[in-house]
């Protein structure tokens, strides 16, 4: 059989600080992600806007 099959599962506590962290990583991630451009644009040289005509 598979070896995984047959492994202790980890404790809840270790399991709810994990996923704490990995909460608060992830979150963090998307704070910079949605905060690059607004950044980017505040140390641009270029003071055009963007405008979309359809």
Do not use: C, N
Not at 21 to 36: K, M, N, P, Q
């Amino acid at each position: 059989m598979f070896p995984g099959m047959f492994m202790r599962k980890p404790d809840k506590a270790e399991a709810l600080k994990q996923l704490r962290t990995h909460v608060a990583l992830f979150g963090s991630w998307v704070v910079i992600i949605r905060a690059a451009p607004y950044v980017l644009s505040y140390f641009s040289d270029s003071k055009d806007e963007l405008k979309i005509d359809f």
